[in-house]
């Protein structure tokens, strides 16, 4: 069955780090575009970051560039997120999504950006 299992979220300071990881299983994840999504509460869905199956192309939300960085590494069906000058506007919860023939989606990670 597909899974999408995130981990890596938490507590972190203003201007902190954080990676967040995406275990993929059940599906072919070479062929599949994978994604950032994040919801803060009373907002709406965003998509914050995504990349291409093959690493080729990345895509960042305005509000990201320059702090966030997706990768993947095919050989272990993981996607990560690399965040950095975290500012408290970043607290939401982060889902990992696949996207290809079907789209899948995990069942997310809280992040939260607090001092």
């Known amino acids: 069955q597909v899974q999408l299992v995130e981990s890596g979220g938490g507590l972190v300071q203003p201007g902190g780090s954080l990676r967040l990881s995406c275990a993929a299983s059940?599906?072919?994840?070479?062929?599949?575009?994978m994604s950032w999504y994040r919801q803060a509460p009373g907002k709406e869905r965003e998509r914050v970051a995504a990349?291409?199956?093959?690493?080729?192309?990345?895509s960042y939300a305005d509000s990201v560039k320059g702090r966030f960085t997706i990768s993947r590494v095919n050989a272990k069906n993981t996607v990560y997120l690399q965040m950095n000058s975290l500012k408290p506007e970043d607290t939401a919860v982060y889902y990992c999504v696949a996207k290809g023939a079907y789209d899948y989606w995990g069942q997310g990670t809280q992040v939260t950006v607090s001092s």
């Open positions: 059940g599906f072919t994840f070479s062929s599949y575009v």
């Open positions: 990349i291409t199956s093959d690493s080729g192309s990345t």
